[in-house]
C-alpha cells in the first residue's frame, strides 16, 4: 500500500474497531521499533482512541495503564515518535509501530526502554 | 556480556524474579525478533517459569493467557525458536528475545504475525 500523509478518521475507526483489546486496561499491545535499525524501543498499550489518534496524526498515542489515560509519546519531553508504518498481527491484539525516534523513547533518557541502565541482557549459544 | 551456552538455573531464577508481571495472567509481554533481520515475529506472554525454561534450555517458551498453561514453542508445530539474546526493559515489564525462528512464527504459516494473510498494514507520511 502506498504511503498515505494521514488516516482519515472514518479509515482509522475502522482499523481500531477491527482489534481485539484483550490486554491489561482493555488495549492492545504496541510494539515500538526504529524505522531504519528495526531496534525495538518501547512497548507500549493502546486502547482505541489511542489507536485513531496515531493513525489520524501521525504521533504515537498510548494508553497508560497505570494513570488510565490516554498520553501523547513527548507531550512533556518533547520526544515524540513519528509514526511512519502500522502492523496488526494475526490476531489483532498487538501492533508494531515504525517510528522516526526525536530524542530518547526511554523515560530514563535511553535511546530505548531495552538499553536503559535499568535493563538486564542475556546472549546465548545453545548451539555451543 | 559474552555468550554463554545456556543459564544455569540459579541465574534464571534470579532473572525471572526480577521481572515485573503485571499483565494479563500475571505475565510479561514478550516481543520476539529475528536476530538477524531484527522483523518482530510475534508477540507473546511468559510467567517467571517460562522465563526460566526459557534461559535453561535456550528454546523460547511462552505463558498461552487464553489456554491457561506454559508452552514450548514448536512444541506441536516443531517451529521452535533457539533464542540468542534476552533482555530485559526499563521498568522489567517486557522482555525482548533475539531468535533463530525454526520454520513459520505465526500459527497461520507466516513467516510473522505482523506479516499474515488476517494482519493489516497502513504507511503514514505525516511529512508530505
Not at 484483550?22 to 518501547?42: F, K, N, P, W, Y
Not at 498520553?71 to 508504518?85: A, D, F, M
Not at 491484539?93 to 538486564?120: E, M, N, W, Y
Request: with cysteine.
Amino acid at each position: 500500500m502506498d504511503a498515505v500523509p494521514l488516516a482519515t478518521p472514518e479509515e482509522a475507526w475502522r482499523i481500531a474497531k477491527s482489534l481485539n483489546y484483550r490486554h491489561i486496561g482493555g488495549t492492545v499491545v504496541a510494539v515500538v521499533q526504529d524505522v531504519e535499525t528495526g531496534e525495538v524501543l518501547m512497548v507500549g498499550h493502546m486502547d482505541p482512541v489511542a489507536v485513531v489518534l496515531t493513525l489520524t496524526t501521525g504521533l504515537a498515542h498510548y494508553y497508560s495503564t497505570s494513570r488510565k489515560r490516554i498520553w501523547l509519546k513527548g507531550e512533556t519531553s518533547g520526544h515524540y515518535q513519528i509514526v511512519k508504518e502500522f502492523r496488526t498481527d494475526c490476531d489483532g491484539d498487538a501492533v508494531v509501530l515504525k517510528v522516526v525516534q526525536i530524542g530518547a523513547a526511554c523515560h530514563t533518557g535511553a535511546r530505548s526502554c531495552f538499553s536503559s541502565p535499568a535493563s538486564f541482557k542475556i546472549r546465548l549459544n545453545r548451539d555451543a
